[in-house]
């Protein structure tokens, strides 16, 4: 899923983000009913594409495909106005079985989500939680500090995408139940 990029001409979705954080494969197990999905929009009328449902797939997904099924999806749309974010992010549901675990209250809230994705797999990981980092400051108003935090001891990073070589696509969620 993804719009369109600055720049104008052909694109294909594969690897995800070929032009800043316009979403492309972006294959993350915990995108599932229910997910609220963030891009940012570089033109006018965004111009959104879906496609690619997975039905399985592993974090990490390793090789060419997941469990590739046909889907018919209900999509609702939103612009934020005045909100900068650099690459995909997500309030997600839980959708891991160690989210499972969690008390009922907390999974209510779901999950924050963010991403980077790139040719570095650290350099990815420092930008799914410096764009963590920020969601946080904005949205709960917390300190860089009590950020960074909370990404430590609350966090969890994932690999989500080995196979779009040279791009590796990684993801930080965070419960928003801490914050009730």
């Not at 899923?1 to 594969?14: Q, W």
């Not at 609220?36 to 033109?43: A, C, E, H, S």
């Not at 160690?98 to 040719?119: H, N, V």
């Amino acid at each position: 899923m993804g719009v369109a990029p600055l720049r104008r001409g052909m694109y294909r979705t594969f690897p995800p983000d070929v032009s800043g954080g316009m979403g492309g494969n972006t294959d993350i197990r915990q995108l599932v009913k229910g997910a609220r999905v963030q891009l940012p929009v570089y033109v006018p009328g965004a111009m959104f594409s879906a496609g690619d449902g997975h039905m399985a797939q592993g974090d990490g997904e390793v090789t060419g495909t997941a469990v590739e099924t046909l889907m018919s999806v209900t999509l609702r749309f939103a612009l934020h106005r005045h909100t900068v974010i650099a690459s995909t992010r997500a309030v997600v549901p839980a959708a891991d079985p160690t989210q499972l675990a969690m008390p009922a209250q907390m999974l209510e809230q779901g999950y924050y989500q963010t991403t980077g994705t790139g040719p570095d797999l650290m350099e990815n990981a420092k930008t799914a939680v410096r764009e963590m980092v920020d969601w946080l400051v904005q949205d709960q108003r917390v300190s860089l500090h009590e950020a960074y935090a909370l990404c430590s001891v609350a966090g969890d990073l994932k690999i989500n995408e080995t196979v779009d070589l040279p791009k590796w696509l990684v993801s930080m969620t965070l419960p928003r139940g801490i914050f009730s």
